[in-house]
């Protein structure tokens, strides 16, 4: 009993590791900026590739993985000066553009790696518990996954940086005759996104198999979670990871990854269906509904 | 310390300034009156660069500031205030008065100032800007640009959906806080109060041009320009 316990406890944490990771940097783009990035896998994929080729090349895998990340940043950085900015406040054409993009960065690593790069292996061993293991790097990943919730929303609402941000994002015109440099903030915000889309690369490349496709295996929970989460981009990702990684891990404890993966999406529908503005608008609705019975 | 000449500029293709002449010196306190559509809000919008002028020149401070983007006029020293209190609704209180501080680069950050000025911000620090009455957010909107010290405060239309006894408050508050910190101010405004109250001298802005420069505000003289 106290182990069945334990085993849905791992894949919950494996769960929503995996979602709030993958959801991250495309909260932050997409909760903060307003565009919708389809390449995002194939930041996941830089980051991924970056982390396998330098472990590779003879670094050790910490290191390797701080090179996928600053690999995905300048990523970023450089897309957001030639392109992206161009984009700002047009949410079609910048989704074209990513999905231009999305394929240009498959089909180049394609060409440049091949199908399939050599794998860097899992780290940390295992727990046993019973007759029963489990890879201890999963929940290191589900403790990283907090950290960077928690970093994120410190970031946001305790720096200037963060001050800044939100107020250009509410509105531009006015943090910039504040003084603000809204350019930069738009730059620094997409690079952060970019990190972060690196860094989950980097954190998954010695779990998953590399091939230049595999950004797309967390491009559905990604999006997902961003829209079940709703406007309050962290608070929501944070959430709706916590909700649909318990959905994902009770049916796939049950029935296996497969219908683990129905019953997310399933669930992911009907919220969307009951909760149009996601789980956040619910939050607001009610905080509102209290503040006028307050009066 | 401010002067434009010859300034002309528009919205998509529509000219709405033809040709602005105005100056303002030092330590003054100088009004633009005019109707609804006159330009004046194009004006302002123009001197903090928020609106790409089509020609003419904008010099602050004794430099040509014209082709500078907003936010480095802004560090400079120019605390702008929007029309229609546009204050950062989600963000609280403190925040907002947060933004302020990159007005006028390397300028002390003045928030027991402000806080004297208006003591109902630091009693809402914590509250979201957003969830203040309009007088409230119209005083957040000059504190936030007080808080940088800028050399010059440009308001656009202070009284613009606020109650008029708050009107009457706040433009007390402003001229006296313009005395006291020597801080230049150049207003539009169409109401006849504030004008009444705030300005030492005003310019009549008709159809985006200036008309009219009225040395000493009298009641009735303004009056006339602003009647339909």
């Not at chain 1, 590791?17 to 307003?34: E, N, P, S, W």
């Not at chain 1, 079609?92 to 394609?110: H, P």
């Not at chain 2, 405060?153 to 006894?165: A, I, T």
Request: net charge negative; hydrophobic share 45%; charged share 15%.
């Amino acid at each position: 009993m106290i182990y069945d316990t334990l085993n849905l406890l791992f894949q919950f944490l494996d769960s929503f590791a995996f979602i709030v990771l993958a959801t991250v940097g495309l909260a932050v783009i997409f909760g903060m900026m307003g565009i919708i990035n389809l390449a995002h896998g194939e930041f996941i994929l830089v980051g991924a590739y970056g982390t396998t080729l330098s472990y590779g090349a003879g670094l050790p895998l910490a290191l390797a993985m701080g090179v996928g990340v600053l690999a995905t940043t300048v990523f970023g950085l450089v897309l957001e000066r030639t392109v992206m900015r161009r984009l700002y406040h047009r949410p079609l054409d910048s989704m074209v553009a990513t999905w231009g993009l999305s394929l240009v960065t498959v089909q180049l690593a394609r060409i440049g790696f091949g199908n399939t790069l050599s794998q860097v292996g899992t780290p940390l061993g295992s727990i046993s518990y019973g007759a029963f293991s489990y890879s201890a790097y999963r929940v290191v990943l589900a403790g990283i996954a907090v950290a960077v919730l928690v970093s994120l929303y410190w970031l946001f609402m305790y720096t200037e940086f963060g001050t800044q941000a939100r107020a250009t994002m509410e509105d531009e015109p006015t943090a910039r005759s504040m003084g603000v440099d809204t350019g930069r903030i738009y730059l620094g915000t997409f690079g952060l996104g970019s990190a972060l889309a690196g860094l989950t690369g980097a954190l998954y490349a010695p779990t998953i198999t590399m091939t230049p496709e595999l950004g797309a295996s967390f491009l559905v929970e990604a999006f997902v979670t961003v829209v079940v989460g709703g406007s309050s981009v962290l608070v929501g990702t944070s959430l709706a990871g916590g909700f649909l990684g318990v959905v994902n891990a009770t049916f796939t404890n049950l029935a296996g990854t497969f219908i683990g993966q129905v019953a997310m999406l399933l669930a992911a529908i009907l919220a969307i269906r009951l909760l149009p503005e996601g789980i956040t608008g619910l939050i607001d609705s009610w905080r509102a509904k209290r503040a006028e019975g307050g009066q | 310390m401010l002067a434009i000449e010859d300034l002309h500029a528009s919205y998509d293709s529509t000219p709405v300034l033809r040709g602005v002449d105005l100056s303002v010196d030092e330590g003054e306190i100088v009004g633009v009156i005019g109707k609804n559509g006159a330009g004046k809000t194009t004006l302002m919008k123009s001197v903090i660069g928020l609106l790409e002028p089509d020609s003419g020149t904008i010099q602050f401070d004794g430099r040509d500031v014209t082709d500078e983007p907003s936010d480095a006029r802004a560090r400079g020293g120019m605390g702008y205030i929007p029309q229609r209190r546009d204050v950062f609704p989600s963000l609280t209180v403190e925040e907002n008065l947060r933004m302020g501080e990159s007005i006028n680069e390397g300028g002390e950050a003045r928030y027991d100032a402000v806080y004297e000025y208006f003591p109902i911000l630091e009693e809402r620090r914590e509250q979201k800007a957003g969830t203040m009455s309009g007088g409230q957010q119209q005083m957040l909107a000059v504190g936030r640009a007080l808080v940088g010290s800028p050399d010059l405060l440009l308001l656009d239309e202070p009284s613009e959906g606020v109650q008029p006894s708050i009107v009457a408050e706040m433009s007390e508050t402003i001229g006296q806080m313009s005395e006291e910190t020597e801080t230049t101010v150049l207003f539009v405004e169409q109401n006849l109060s504030v004008i009444d109250a705030l300005a030492e001298r005003c310019y009549v802005m008709e159809k985006g041009r200036i008309v009219e420069e009225l040395a000493a505000v009298e009641h009735e003289t303004v009056a006339t320009h602003l009647a339909v």
